[in-house]
């Protein structure tokens, strides 16, 4: 079934606008407030229509992030993991397809009425949301499926976003500087909310069901790779056997997805995705790849503010910082 995309439009043009320093007004990516989170518009209106049209299937599996988490990293490793047996490894589609083009982002293909692809894929689907978990719609909720959430340092995730979004939106703003950047990321102002929120709604969530909600950290997975791709194997219900594990297996599969791999590939180097009037490359998803970039970009003040507010945020939830 197609959603029209203008469905919702009416109610969206009700809500506040921010006024972001990186959107001029005419900009169909304005933010909006919505249920208490800012949000670009163009997502609002695929969050709404999937809240009405999507049906969830007890297999699904989804990949949840904010932006800038690690979200290309774990949609190659889910990918490669799912599928490794159906392709020789050094044949395999990660290797001339960038990992956007093989799990879709819900929002953004139901925010271009087309939640026909999303039906279409076929069972066990994975697909990615960057959604808050309070905006999701309720089937997603549901306990039958499961849900691969993945968290970072706010401070690599606000600095990776800082160059994602100078990228795609270098031609309207040129004077927005990294400290206004920063100050909107403290108060919670970006294209998905505040990532605070984000963490939390799916960490809280994580408690209730963690055997549905496997719940992981950008700089845990790089620390122990193989340990991590196992963990995500047995989640997705395709663990290692013990003759992949002596093949040596995840580790190639781990080799495949790293961001070494990935960023010298042909397609991740030269291709592009465009959605409406926004061109993608697929190079600027593969920056650096590290943990602590934070410190090139941030005073002091600056990183002690932001732990500062992390540490306030997660007070009394037990996540680990
Ligand atoms: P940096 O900008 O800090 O380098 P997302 O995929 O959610 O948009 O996140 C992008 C961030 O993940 C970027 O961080 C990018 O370099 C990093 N990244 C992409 N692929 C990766 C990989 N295979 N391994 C580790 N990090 C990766």
């Keep these: 079934i197609e959603n029209p995309p203008e469905e919702h439009d009416a109610l969206i043009a009700t809500l506040s606008i921010h006024p972001f320093i990186m959107r001029p007004v005419t900009s169909p990516h304005q933010l909006r407030l919505y249920k208490g989170n800012w949000i670009n518009q163009f997502f609002l209106r695929g969050a709404l229509a999937m809240q009405q049209h999507f049906k969830s299937r007890p ?3 989804f990949l949840a992030s904010y932006p800038k988490s690690g979200t290309t990293w774990l949609k190659a490793m889910i990918f490669a993991t799912m599928t490794r047996t159906s392709y020789p490894l050094d044949q395999h589609p990660l290797c001339t ?4 083009q ?3 982002s819900m929002e953004k293909e139901f925010s271009i009425g087309n939640s026909q692809i999303i039906e279409a894929i076929p069972s066990p689907r994975v697909m990615n949301t960057h959604l ?15 849900i691969i959430y993945v968290w970072r340092d706010p401070k690599d995730v606000l600095v990776s ?3 994602f979004v100078k990228k795609i939106y270098m031609d309207v703003d040129e004077k927005a500087t990294f400290d206004q950047f920063y100050e909107l990321f403290c108060q919670g102002v970006g ?6 929120n984000h963490v939390l709604g799916y960490w809280k969530e994580s408690k209730l069901r963690p055997e549905k909600i496997l719940f992981l ?3 845990h997975i790089l620390q122990e790779p193989v340990k991590y791709a196992k963990k995500l194997a047995h989640f997705v219900g395709c663990p290692y056997s013990k003759a992949e594990e002596n093949q040596g297996v995840i580790e190639q599969i781990v080799e495949l997805c790293s961001f070494k791999k990935l960023k010298e590939l042909d397609v991740n180097k030269g291709g592009e995705s465009v959605t409406n009037d926004v061109h993608i490359s697929y190079a600027d998803f593969f ?3 590290e943990v602590g970039d934070w410190k090139n970009h941030m005073t002091t003040e600056m990183a002690e503010r932001l732990d500062a507010i992390t540490k306030e945020k997660f007070k009394g939830s037990g996540i680990e910082i």
């Design 287 to 289: 920056r650096k790849g």
């Design 191 to 196: 294209p998905f909310g505040s990532i605070w």
């Design 217 to 219: 950290k950008y700089k």
């Design 59 to 61: 297999t699904d599996i």
């Design 102 to 104: 093989c799990i879709s």
């Design 97 to 100: 397809h960038n990992p956007h």
């Design 132 to 146: 808050q978990y309070s905006v999701l719609p309720e089937s997603i909720t549901n306990p039958d499926c499961r």
């Design 161 to 163: 976003e800082w160059y």
